[in-house]
């Protein structure tokens, strides 16, 4: 039915061609592009049939736009860093492909996520005739579809929101980020930030813990972060009062994190090293283990879902929504871990419905701003299953 253009061959690129080589009958021809081409050309070797290769600097429209007019694609597929969002959505505007990604976008220089320039593309999308997806993979992604499907299916009205995200596997390594690096320190080492009642209020890092016993897992150390998704969510659920997000972090891992932000490894001011100029988090990143290989050692499992208190007919209710998956099988299905799994698996789905056309429209949207139900669908078919438990 057509062509992905998919750009960037790390963890969530690798799960993202496997899973589309595993629908062929959508994703006709399936093109791999990234900085480093041995990487894409490894990722097409561990797939039957046939998966194209090329290199890419994702920093410049021009570069995107002579791949778009190369491969010609139907939508291209941004699983690179946060930085080339801006970049790749320009070409597929200049371009007139539709676009989807699963973080936004952030500057190199400041780390603050923010929708704010993605948005700000949404009447040149609509000129354009395309269709942009923000966030597909699984937080934000699949979160903002179980919100979705919330709204749709067990309440009239959602209150309050808790976002849950738990990964409990375990690589072995002392210390090692479950993707990207650079980027998931940035996330992590931020101020929290949570909203009520129309207010944003800010705290220190790391700095709120709740204890949460998340299904099929146990109680897990949860900590209250700043996440990207709260920013749409808050837009589009009317009558929230209350939005929070947490991510499990165990001890030894924040031991670790606190020694080197104290020593100013996690920094993203460039220091001169002889003629060179460079971030300490960017040398950090070079000396911890590349995420794409943790895959093989990860045993455990991760459940992330949404806990959501609202009413239904008069009635107050409480659900859990929420997926479990296992490291080893993410690994026996994608050569991944389940983290990358994860985020790679909806955009593969969010790809796909498009192509299918069940997702329609002109201009930029988040994902709770689709319908739910064929997305839950695929989530079923394709790896991540996902339960609803009545809280009350
Ligand atoms: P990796 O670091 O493993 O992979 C990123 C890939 O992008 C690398 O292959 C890299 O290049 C390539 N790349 C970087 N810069 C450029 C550029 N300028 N031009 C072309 N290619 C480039 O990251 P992950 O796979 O772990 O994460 C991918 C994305 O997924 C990130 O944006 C991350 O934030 C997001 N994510 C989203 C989640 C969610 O649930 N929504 C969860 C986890 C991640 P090279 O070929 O040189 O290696």
């Not at 992905?4 to 592009?33: C, D, P, S, T, Y």
């Not at 932000?261 to 950090?284: D, H, R, V």
Request: aromatic share 10%.
């Amino acid at each position: 039915m057509g062509t992905a253009l998919v750009i960037g061959a790390g963890g969530v690129g690798r799960v993202v061609v496997h899973k589309m080589a595993q629908n062929r009958e959508v994703f006709e021809k399936i093109v791999l592009a990234s900085r480093t081409v041995s990487k894409c050309e490894q990722i097409a070797s561990e797939i039957d049939g046939e998966i194209f290769t090329d290199s890419i600097n994702a920093d410049e429209v021009s570069k995107v736009v002579s791949a778009i007019e190369k491969w010609k694609p139907d939508i291209v597929v941004n699983v690179a860093l946060p930085y080339q969002d801006l970049a790749i959505m320009d070409a597929c505007i200049k371009t007139e492909v539709h676009y989807l990604d699963t973080a936004n976008y952030e500057h190199p220089d400041i780390a603050k996520f923010e929708y704010k320039e993605q948005w700000a593309r949404d009447e040149k999308f609509k000129e354009a005739g395309i269709l942009g997806v923000l966030g597909s993979g699984f937080d934000p992604g699949v979160t903002n579809i179980f919100v979705a499907h919330a709204q749709k299916h067990l309440f009239d009205e959602i209150h309050e929101i808790d976002i849950l995200d738990c990964n409990d596997g375990d690589h072995g390594y002392h210390f090692a980020t479950n993707f990207n690096p650079e980027i998931n320190i940035r996330e992590i080492t931020a101020n929290g930030r949570y909203w009520k009642e129309g207010v944003w209020y800010e705290i220190p890092a790391l700095s709120e813990k709740i204890d949460w016993n998340y299904p099929e897992v146990g109680v897990r150390d949860s900590y209250l972060i700043y996440h990207e998704e709260m920013e749409s969510l808050v837009k589009n659920i009317p009558n929230l009062k209350q939005i929070r997000f947490f991510m499990t972090f165990s001890e030894k891992y924040l031991t670790h994190l606190r020694v080197l932000e104290n020593i100013g490894m996690t920094s993203i001011e460039p220091i001169e090293i002889g003629n060179e100029k460079i971030a300490p988090i960017q040398f950090l990143q070079k000396v911890l283990p590349d995420p794409a290989t943790l895959g093989e050692r990860t045993k455990g499992k991760t459940n992330i879902g949404t806990y959501i208190k609202g009413i239904k007919d008069g009635v107050k209710k409480t659900y859990y929504i929420y997926n479990v998956s296992e490291h080893e099988e993410a690994y026996r299905d994608t050569k991944a871990n389940g983290v990358s799994f994860t985020t790679g698996v909806p955009a593969m789905i969010g790809a796909k419905l498009v192509l299918e056309k069940e997702w329609k429209g002109e201009g930029v949207f988040n994902m709770e701003e689709f319908d739910p139900d064929p997305f839950m669908t695929e989530l079923n078919l394709r790896g991540l299953p996902w339960k609803v438990l009545r809280i009350e």
